[in-house]
């Protein structure tokens, strides 16, 4: 609440000064994407639903989405896009099934299928909110539907949607190769993929996998990370935040910056979001403080500013590891690159790598800790060593 501003907006009487605040805290550190989901009655949560009551799909509660509404135009306005996340796991099959929950839940749409329920439910969210200028739609998180109603209610949201906007696909960190495989190329309309793993340092090579495999299927598709790590850490918490244990390291914020954040930028990711573990403070279900991730913040607004400064051309930049001696994509060292005009060479540890290039460049170096770029000499036509500031920290070489 204290980052609410006057003339800020609000709802009945003042309420929602405390998310329109944390929207402003958020942009404030730099920050220009955040996710959220519209519908989880029945799963984690189970508290978000557009309906009058939680299980009467046909009936809609005007006065909540008019407050949805007023959230999602304040985040439009101070530059934020909107990663809208359908439903939960729980909504989108009624649980046939699968191995990650038990049980009939009667809160999904129309067993799964492309019924009145779920037709409905995506005329009413398109309608309100696809006019916000930056903005996905996610299928689902954890999405279990079958490849039919995955394409079925892609192709209903495209059919719908009259601003073209991205459609996505979320998936359990297992279930990438079951999910994403069937939906490639024009095999659907969807033009993205939202990934989620177990480990922040799985993340790099995550990306540049479907970035590669969507482009083999002819549609090269968007790829954003927005749930790096396990379920119970995710993102950790600052250092020294209370609640934090002192010996906590899995995975470190240092650990998340370099692999998560920079794994996934240098692979050509779309975009990073976080997941804050529900076994920490401040967590995904409960978490009222998005201080507790401050320094995270700075990291991303660091990276996000350098992109902007320098005027990478990210169109046409493409992961090229193979260049560093990385053709297994581990964490040593990314490479990703426009051939001939633009090298980027992230040293998640500092210290030494050769690189092969096509003729004489220039070496700056810039420090994803702190910010800054200095220069660093000049890089030989051939096979040549580039040599960071140091052997402990992170460093990205910028060869032009």
């Known amino acids: 609440m204290q980052d609410w501003n006057q003339g800020d907006p609000t709802w009945k009487d003042g309420k929602g000064k405390g998310m329109i605040g944390a929207i402003n805290y958020l942009s404030s550190k730099g920050c220009n994407v955040f996710s959220f989901l519209t519908y989880n009655a029945g799963g984690d949560g189970d508290n978000v639903w557009p309906f009058i009551e939680r299980n009467d799909k046909f009936n809609y509660d005007c006065s909540k989405l008019d407050q949805w509404g007023t959230v999602f135009d304040h985040g439009t306005a101070k530059g934020m896009y909107l990663h809208f996340k359908l439903q939960e796991t729980e909504n989108d099959d009624n649980n046939r099934g699968h191995k990650y929950t038990k049980g009939n839940v009667p809160t999904c749409l129309d067993n799964g299928d492309l019924g009145p329920e779920r037709k409905l439910y995506l005329r009413e969210i398109i309608a309100r909110f696809g006019h916000n200028l930056a903005l996905n739609w996610n299928l689902g998180e954890e999405n279990t539907q079958t490849t039919k109603q995955q394409q079925d209610m892609a192709q209903y949201i495209a059919d719908t949607d009259p601003y073209n906007h991205l459609i996505v696909v979320h998936s359990y960190p297992d279930q990438q190769d079951k999910v994403y495989r069937p939906l490639l190329g024009q095999q659907s309309v969807l033009r993205g993929a939202s990934l989620q793993n177990s480990n922040v340092k799985d993340c790099h090579k995550q990306v540049v996998k479907w970035n590669q495999e969507s482009a083999k299927a002819g549609v090269r598709w968007v790829i954003g990370f927005d749930e790096p790590g396990t379920a119970g850490e995710g993102m950790p918490a600052d250092p020294g935040y209370p609640g934090m244990a002192d010996n ?24 990073v979001e976080y997941y804050f573990g529900y076994k920490l403070p401040q967590n995904d279900l409960i978490c009222e403080d998005w201080r507790s991730r401050d320094l995270s913040w700075d990291y991303c607004s660091l990276a996000l500013n350098l992109f902007k400064e320098q005027k990478f051309p990210l169109g046409d930049m493409l992961s090229a590891d193979e ?18 005009e633009l090298y980027l060479v992230y040293l998640p540890n500092g210290g030494k790598r050769d690189i092969k290039l096509p003729k004489d460049f220039t070496v700056k170096w810039f420090n994803p800790r702190e910010g800054g770029v200095t220069d660093g000499g000049a890089a030989k036509s051939g096979t040549t060593t580039l040599i960071a500031p140091d052997s402990q920290n992170d460093w990205l070489a910028i060869i032009r």
């Open 248 to 271: 906590f390291d899995n995975p470190s914020v240092d650990d998340t910056r370099k692999f998560a954040l920079w794994g996934t930028l240098m692979a050509g990711g779309s975009r």
């Open 323 to 340: 260049l560093i001696g990385n053709p297994k994509h581990t964490n040593e060292a990314y490479c990703f690159a426009k051939p001939d």
